[in-house]
């Protein structure tokens, strides 16, 4: 079935090439004077527009999920299948949820392109999604299958290498301004790393060493960075909404058992788990609060000033109230 899913995707996608690019290839054919590049995620969106800062007129830069959509469940237009196919750059995460770009690229009228696997980048840093004491399994569970997590832009570290390596295929892109984008690059690279020092130096002086999530968990990179331990609902790509009583019981009872005094919740969500994990406390009394996982942000609010780092900061205040 899913090899038959995979031939009528690849047909579509063929059929959308030839209706909305035609045989064109190269360069963005609505400017020709422009490079165009595809993001699937807002994290390298925004990391691009870092590195390409002073040269924005030479980019169309594409943010495909720019509506709002959460990763997991993006499945591309046929616009969106057309700007692919004549991109000069396309970057995605790689992961499971990306299995729509091997058809897609397929389809590339641009044989030029240079496309950038985020998780491929990585290579060992990237980690396998694991299933915690207390976390619900999901329908998607197969036993001896290997899932990697995807959120691989929650780490600081990680957005520091993969902006270097962002970098460096922009300068092999458009050589002639490639010393600029090496010195934005740089730039922004001492901004994420001492943020990270941030991070790290607020965990250290932190009263708890454990957060505990009534929701998914999307923040696995982060809290491997800093050495702490969490307790979740779900994992981070779990598409379950509705936790068991088992689940709810155990995790009630872990925020009695280490005195923590926030139940999080991520960006979007309705915090019906957390506030039902609250009551089945002792003293039903914690704070719920919100991390942003950068899953979901729309052009309405990047046209608002978000960024990155401004969201990581952001993020940082909201742990550093739950572990404290």
């Not at 943010?63 to 616009?79: F, V």
């Not at 270097?164 to 892109?173: A, I, N, P």
């Not at 039903?284 to 608002?304: C, D, H, R």
Request: charged share 25%.
């Amino acid at each position: 079935m899913q090899e038959k899913r995979r031939r009528i995707f690849g047909v579509f996608i063929v059929l959308c090439v030839i209706m909305l690019t035609g045989c064109k290839g190269g360069k963005n054919q609505t400017d020709t004077a422009k490079y165009s590049i595809v993001c699937t995620t807002f994290a390298q969106y925004d990391w691009i527009r870092e590195i390409t800062a002073g040269h924005s007129d030479s980019f169309e830069l594409i943010y495909l999920l720019d509506k709002g959509g959460d990763l997991h469940s993006y499945q591309p237009t046929a616009e969106s299948m057309a700007k692919i196919a004549s991109a000069d750059m396309f970057v995605y995460v790689g992961g499971e949820s990306d299995a729509w770009v091997e058809e897609a690229l397929k389809g590339a009228v641009n044989k030029d392109m240079r496309v950038v696997n985020l998780m491929d980048s990585l290579g060992d840093r990237v980690r396998e999604e694991e299933l915690v004491e207390g976390m619900q399994c999901y329908e998607d569970d197969a036993p001896g299958e290997t899932e990697y997590d995807e959120h691989i832009w929650l780490s600081l570290k990680n957005a520091s290498y993969l902006t270097k390596v962002l970098s460096e295929t922009l300068q092999g892109l458009d050589a002639e301004n490639a010393q600029d984008y090496a010195a934005n690059a740089g730039n922004y690279i001492e901004a994420i790393e001492a943020l990270d020092r941030e991070y790290a130096d607020m965990v250290k002086q932190s009263v708890k060493k454990t957060v505990l999530f009534g929701d998914r968990f999307p923040f696995r990179y982060m809290t491997e960075d800093y050495g702490l331990d969490y307790y979740a609902a779900f994992s981070g790509c779990s598409t379950e909404t509705d936790a068991s009583f088992e689940t709810i019981t155990f995790l009630a009872g872990k925020t009695d058992e280490l005195g923590l005094s926030a139940i999080l919740a991520i960006e979007g969500s309705d915090q019906r788990i957390a506030e039902i994990i609250r009551q089945n406390t002792q003293d039903q009394n914690q704070e719920i609060l919100t991390m942003n996982s950068l899953q979901s942000v729309t052009a309405e609010e990047i046209e608002n000033g978000f960024t990155y780092l401004g969201a990581m900061r952001d993020n940082l205040a909201v742990l550093k109230n739950a572990l404290n």
